[in-house]
Each structure stands twice: as structure tokens, then as C-alpha cells.
């Protein structure tokens, strides 16, 4: 034992006096090389970076309209309005996306002004709450409709929505409102919105707030298309054109939406005619964008299946933070009908989702409607695919297809 002890005091030393301090590595035999000691690497694997994606999905419905039939329904024993059931049935499907816009085509210039409907409207306040409760966050507000009762009726509907905490856009109430970009950022991703309309049924704009609607002149959409497309990752044009009651947009309607998503746009819903109109997926520079026409009414007590079906749109859209891009993946629609039902006496009005209503009939479930009114939602359903296609456009998986 001693022995040992001394032979290894010998080699430390031996070490220390020939400059050796390296300690032998006890290698496997595996390692060893022409009797030599083979150096060992640890081989690393790089760290795999996660992409970094997300996905948000924004909801879109055409117009609202208000009549006198709608207000009588609505209208409480205590002389208050509530329009909440307007939109039960199709609630789901407007708090399933991300961000929801609708087009409220009527001033609520207040009491004093008397509640009215076609050719002058002027709606209850209880709508704006209505809209508020079954998920909407954007009301349009850029119609024909929106000086029905003048400027002040204008002013008045803005801050009604304002103080049910909904977002507008296409009406304003000064200079610096109107040019202030409207944009929301929704889990990083910057949308921004802006809405024009044809025009407002000849009445003048006044002459100290010429800011108070954006109509639809090309050269400045197209030039505020521009201001914006660097400041936003999407960029959604309302445009409230087209013919009433036509299904199809005009010649002219087709040059524009062409040119307004060439200059920056991503996609284009529109409203006004009160019917649905056919949608397209238009390619522009290898990049997907979307119009649709016309998104027919939403809610109104107007006559007719095609001015009672409507829907409600969702457009997917996915950005690549790394790469600084974001594309439409998919648009999906549901359509719906705006039915007039007696309940307690009365006539109200609610949204069904078609579909949907046609498989509650059958089941039994269905409150109001009976299997006598399946003739009807079964031809809404049919025109309405004939006429938009496929209820779910796949357009891509992820951003780098």
C-alpha cells in the first residue's frame, strides 16, 4: 500500500517538473485510435426557433335597417325600447370572431325628433346597446342614411354609439376625427378600417363640416389607401355602393374594387342594395384579396326573401411576425334570414342562421318557425350558395404556402 502511495507521488512530481498536468483519459475502446487517444466532441444540436404566428379572424354583416314595425315590436310597457332579441339567434356567431363590424343604416337623433322610418330615419337609442350586447365592436356608419336628420342628428348618433362602447367609422365629428386612422390591434396584429359612401340621398354636407361623411370618390379612397397601407398589417375598405336590389355588382363596381385592392386594400365589404351580391377572391401581385359586393340586409322588415337573406362573414387572415407578413387564409360565411314572427301579441323581428333553423324545425325545437316555413329557408340556403359558392373558401394552411 505504501508502495503505491509512493509511485504516485513520483508521478505528480514527474509531471510537475516535465510540464505535464494533463490527467490520462480512461477512453472506451471504441475511442481508441491506432493505439492512440481519440479527442471526444459532444455534438449539439442547433435550438430550433419557434415561429412566431397568429391567426385572428374578423366578422362582417351588411345592413340594419329600422321601420316603424321593428320599433313597435321592441317597445317595452314602460315605453323603453330593447332590441336584444333581434340578434339572439345569431349571437354565436358574431362574439365567435376576434372583431365584428355591422352597417347601421339610421341616425338616432333622439325622441324629440320622433322615431321614423323610410324615407327619413331615426331610430331608438336601444339599438346601439342591442348592437353592443350580441358582439358587434364596429357600427359603419358611412350610408345614405346617416344625414336623415341632419347634422345634428349625425353628431348625436355618434356619441350614442360611443357611449355604448362601439367603435365608428365613415361619419365624424371633426376634421381631426376624419383623418386620425381608425386601426385596431388585435393580439399584434394592426387592422385598420376605412368606409365611404356613395352618397346621402342628395342632402347636402354642410358647408363648415365637409369632413362629416367620406364619399366615395376613387382618387381619394385610393389616396387613403395609401396613407394607411404602411401602417397596418390588414386593411379592410366598407364601401357603401352599388344598385338597390340588384344581385350583381355593375361593371364599374368590378374597375373599382380591382383598382382599390391594387393600391393596398385587402378586402372589400360591401352594403347598400339590400340583396346579396357575389363575392370574389381576386389575385393582386401573388397575394390573395377579397371583395364581396354586397352583403344583403341583416335585419329589416323589407318584403321578399332576397331582401330578407343576409350573412354572417368571417375572413381569416394569419401573420408571420418573423417574416413581417400576413396573408388571408380562409373566408367562410353563414347565412342567415331576417324574420318577422308574432310573439305575445305582437310582430318582432329576429336573425335566424339558415342552416342551422332547418335542422331545429326538423328536430322539433325550433320556437317559432314550423315545417311549413322550410320551402322558404330552404330556398334562402340554395340561392344563397348559388350565388356566393362554397360556404368555406380554403385559401391557404399557413403563411409560408
Same mark, same amino acid.
Given at each position: 500500500?505504501?508502495?503505491?502511495?509512493?509511485?504516485?507521488?513520483?508521478?505528480?512530481?514527474?509531471?510537475?517538473?516535465?510540464?505535464?498536468?494533463?490527467?490520462?483519459?480512461?477512453?472506451?475502446?471504441?475511442?481508441?485510435?491506432?493505439?492512440?487517444?481519440?479527442?471526444?466532441?459532444?455534438?449539439?444540436?442547433?435550438?430550433?426557433?419557434?415561429?412566431?404566428?397568429?391567426?385572428?379572424?374578423?366578422?362582417?354583416?351588411?345592413?340594419?335597417?329600422?321601420?316603424?314595425?321593428?320599433?313597435?315590436?321592441?317597445?317595452?310597457?314602460?315605453?323603453?325600447?330593447?332590441?336584444?332579441?333581434?340578434?339572439?339567434?345569431?349571437?354565436?356567431?358574431?362574439?365567435?370572431?376576434?372583431?365584428?363590424?355591422?352597417?347601421?343604416?339610421?341616425?338616432?337623433?333622439?325622441?324629440?325628433?320622433?322615431?321614423?322610418?323610410?324615407?327619413?330615419?331615426?331610430?331608438?337609442?336601444?339599438?346601439?346597446?342591442?348592437?353592443?350586447?350580441?358582439?358587434?365592436?364596429?357600427?359603419?356608419?358611412?350610408?345614405?342614411?346617416?344625414?336623415?336628420?341632419?347634422?345634428?342628428?349625425?353628431?348625436?348618433?355618434?356619441?350614442?354609439?360611443?357611449?355604448?362602447?362601439?367603435?365608428?367609422?365613415?361619419?365624424?365629428?371633426?376634421?381631426?376625427?376624419?383623418?386620425?386612422?381608425?386601426?385596431?390591434?388585435?393580439?399584434?396584429?394592426?387592422?385598420?378600417?376605412?368606409?365611404?359612401?356613395?352618397?346621402?340621398?342628395?342632402?347636402?354636407?354642410?358647408?363648415?363640416?365637409?369632413?362629416?361623411?367620406?364619399?366615395?370618390?376613387?382618387?381619394?379612397?385610393?389616396?387613403?389607401?395609401?396613407?394607411?397601407?404602411?401602417?397596418?398589417?390588414?386593411?379592410?375598405?366598407?364601401?357603401?355602393?352599388?344598385?338597390?336590389?340588384?344581385?350583381?355588382?355593375?361593371?364599374?363596381?368590378?374597375?373599382?374594387?380591382?383598382?382599390?385592392?391594387?393600391?393596398?386594400?385587402?378586402?372589400?365589404?360591401?352594403?347598400?342594395?339590400?340583396?346579396?351580391?357575389?363575392?370574389?377572391?381576386?389575385?393582386?401581385?401573388? %397575394?390573395?384579396?377579397?371583395?364581396?359586393?354586397?352583403?344583403?340586409?341583416?335585419?329589416?322588415?323589407?318584403?321578399?326573401?332576397?331582401?330578407?337573406?343576409?350573412?354572417?362573414?368571417?375572413?381569416?387572415?394569419?401573420?408571420?411576425?418573423?417574416?413581417?407578413?400576413?396573408?388571408?387564409?380562409?373566408?367562410?360565411?353563414?347565412?342567415?334570414?331576417?324574420?318577422?314572427?308574432?310573439?305575445?301579441?305582437?310582430?318582432?323581428?329576429?336573425?335566424?342562421?339558415?342552416?342551422?333553423?332547418?335542422?331545429?324545425?326538423?328536430?322539433?325545437?325550433?320556437?317559432?318557425?314550423?315545417?311549413?316555413?322550410?320551402?322558404?329557408?330552404?330556398?334562402?340556403?340554395?340561392?344563397?350558395?348559388?350565388?356566393?359558392? %362554397?360556404?368555406?373558401?380554403?385559401?391557404?394552411?399557413?403563411?409560408?404556402?
Amino acid at each position: 500500500m505504501k508502495r503505491k502511495v509512493t509511485n504516485l507521488i513520483i508521478l505528480i512530481l514527474f509531471q510537475l517538473l516535465t510540464g505535464c498536468t494533463t490527467t490520462p483519459s480512461i477512453l472506451s475502446p471504441s475511442a481508441q485510435v491506432d493505439g492512440k487517444e481519440a479527442v471526444q466532441k459532444t455534438i449539439v444540436a442547433p435550438e430550433q426557433k419557434i415561429p412566431h404566428i397568429e391567426t385572428i379572424i374578423l366578422t362582417a354583416t351588411g345592413d340594419n335597417l329600422m321601420h316603424n314595425t321593428q320599433y313597435w315590436g321592441a317597445q317595452q310597457n314602460d315605453g323603453s325600447y330593447n332590441f336584444n332579441s333581434f340578434f339572439t339567434p345569431v349571437e354565436h356567431l358574431i362574439k365567435a370572431g376576434d372583431y365584428a363590424s355591422t352597417n347601421f343604416e339610421a341616425p338616432m337623433a333622439g325622441p324629440e325628433a320622433g322615431y321614423s322610418s323610410y324615407p327619413l330615419f331615426n331610430s331608438p337609442d336601444a339599438i346601439a346597446d342591442a348592437f353592443k350586447n350580441s358582439g358587434f365592436d364596429l357600427v359603419v356608419t358611412a350610408n345614405n342614411h346617416i344625414l336623415d336628420q341632419g347634422y345634428k342628428g349625425a353628431l348625436r348618433t355618434l356619441e350614442v354609439l360611443k357611449k355604448a362602447s362601439l367603435d365608428t367609422t365613415g361619419c365624424f365629428s371633426s376634421p381631426e376625427a376624419q383623418n386620425t386612422p381608425f386601426i385596431k390591434t388585435i393580439r399584434g396584429i394592426k387592422v385598420g378600417y376605412i368606409a365611404y359612401t356613395y352618397g346621402v340621398n342628395g342632402i347636402p354636407l354642410p358647408k363648415n363640416a365637409p369632413y362629416l361623411v367620406n364619399i366615395l370618390n376613387p382618387d381619394k379612397v385610393i389616396a387613403d389607401i395609401s396613407s394607411l397601407r404602411p401602417e397596418v398589417d390588414i386593411l379592410i375598405l366598407v364601401l357603401h355602393w352599388g344598385e338597390e336590389y340588384s344581385q350583381h355588382p355593375t361593371i364599374q363596381q368590378k374597375d373599382l374594387a380591382r383598382k382599390f385592392l391594387e393600391a393596398g386594400a385587402d378586402a372589400i365589404l360591401g352594403s347598400h342594395p339590400h340583396v346579396l351580391n357575389p363575392l370574389e377572391v381576386i389575385n393582386i401581385n401573388d %397575394k390573395k384579396k377579397f371583395v364581396i359586393y354586397s352583403m344583403g340586409n341583416f335585419i329589416s322588415a323589407q318584403n321578399g326573401m332576397e331582401r330578407n337573406s343576409g350573412i354572417v362573414l368571417n375572413l381569416e387572415f394569419e401573420k408571420d411576425f418573423d417574416a413581417n407578413n400576413t396573408i388571408l387564409t380562409q373566408v367562410s360565411y353563414v347565412p342567415t334570414y331576417s324574420h318577422p314572427y308574432r310573439s305575445n301579441g305582437r310582430l318582432q323581428y329576429r336573425v335566424v342562421p339558415v342552416l342551422d333553423t332547418i335542422q331545429q324545425i326538423k328536430a322539433g325545437t325550433e320556437p317559432f318557425l314550423t315545417t311549413q316555413d322550410l320551402d322558404v329557408l330552404e330556398k334562402v340556403l340554395e340561392q344563397t350558395r348559388n350565388l356566393l359558392g %362554397k360556404d368555406i373558401i380554403q385559401l391557404s394552411t399557413h403563411s409560408n404556402s
